[in-house]
C-alpha cells in the first residue's frame, strides 16, 4: 500500500537558520506529492505541491523537489522565522485508484527567537 | 473569500449522546471529505463525497454517518461518542477526485467527549 515517513520531530531551530524536513514515500507509479502546514490550532493548509518527477514545488520560500529515484520530497527552507512554528505534513495521493490523501506522521517545527 | 467553514469550532458532549458537526463550503466544490485527527497524528480520512455519492472508508466504525444535503453543506453525525472519539475532524473539498486538486481544509471542530 502507499505510505509516507517523516522524520520525526519537534525540530528546534534558532530563528534564520537552514531548515530540512525529510520525506520519504512508497507508492506505484507517480504519485502527486504534497506538503501541508497547520498552525497551532486552525486546520491544515497547502504549503506545496508537485505532480511529476524533478517538478519543484515551492510557496513561501520553502521548496521540495519530487525525486523519484529517491522516492523522497523534503522540505527546505533557507532561512526561517518565528512564524514558520507549525506542523508540517508530507502526503501523496496515488496516480490512479483511490486518490485518498495519505499523510505522514507530521513534524512539529518551533524556531525561536 | 471563497473558503471551508466549520461549526462550531469546539464541541463537548456526553458519553453516549448524539453530536453533529457542520462543515459548510463556498468553493462550489464537487467532493467534501472528513477526516479525524487525534492528538499529535496524521489525519486520518473517514469518508469523503462526490457530489451525492457517499464512499465510505474501510476501517470507519458505524457509529459515524454523513450527510450532504446539497453542494454546499456536509454534516458529521456521531451517533455515539465515546471517549475515544475526542478528536479535531477536519472537513475538506476539492474540485474533483483527479489524485493532483488540491484539497482545502476548514479550521476544524475540536470534540471533547465528557
Known amino acids: 500500500g502507499n505510505s509516507v515517513t517523516q522524520m520525526e520531530g519537534p525540530v528546534t531551530l534558532s530563528e534564520e537558520a537552514f531548515l530540512t524536513i525529510n520525506c520519504t514515500y512508497t507508492?506505484?507509479?507517480?504519485?502527486?506529492l504534497f506538503w501541508y502546514v497547520q498552525y497551532p490550532g486552525e486546520g491544515l493548509q497547502l504549503l506545496l505541491k508537485?505532480?511529476?518527477?524533478?517538478d519543484k514545488g515551492s510557496n513561501k520560500g520553502f521548496e521540495a523537489t519530487y525525486r523519484k529515484e529517491t522516492t523522497s520530497f523534503h522540505l527546505e527552507k533557507g532561512s526561517v522565522q518565528v512564524s514558520d512554528s507549525a506542523v508540517y505534513f508530507c502526503?501523496?495521493?496515488?496516480?490512479?485508484?483511490?486518490?485518498?490523501?495519505?499523510f505522514g506522521s507530521g513534524t512539529r517545527l518551533q524556531v525561536q527567537p | 473569500d471563497a473558503m471551508v467553514i466549520q461549526n462550531p469550532r469546539y464541541q463537548v458532549t456526553q458519553f453516549g449522546k448524539p453530536v453533529t458537526l457542520s462543515c459548510s463550503q463556498t468553493?462550489?466544490?464537487?467532493?467534501m471529505y472528513w477526516y479525524q485527527q487525534k492528538s499529535s497524528q496524521a489525519p486520518k480520512l473517514l469518508f469523503h463525497?462526490?457530489?451525492?455519492?457517499?464512499?465510505n472508508e474501510a476501517d470507519t466504525p458505524d457509529n459515524f454517518q454523513s450527510r450532504r444535503p446539497n453542494t454546499s453543506f456536509c454534516f458529521l453525525d456521531i451517533r455515539s461518542p465515546g471517549l475515544g472519539d475526542a478528536a479535531m475532524y477536519l472537513c475538506?473539498?476539492?474540485?474533483?477526485?483527479?489524485?493532483?486538486?488540491?484539497?482545502?481544509f476548514g479550521p476544524g471542530t475540536r470534540l471533547t467527549v465528557l
Open positions: 508537485a505532480t511529476k518527477a524533478d
Open positions: 507508492a506505484t507509479g507517480y504519485p502527486s
Open positions: 502526503a501523496l495521493t496515488p496516480p490512479t485508484g483511490r486518490r485518498a490523501l495519505t
Open positions: 468553493l462550489n466544490h464537487n467532493v
Open positions: 463525497y462526490y457530489d451525492k455519492d457517499f464512499n
Open positions: 475538506a473539498t476539492s474540485r474533483d477526485l483527479a489524485g493532483t486538486d488540491e484539497q482545502f
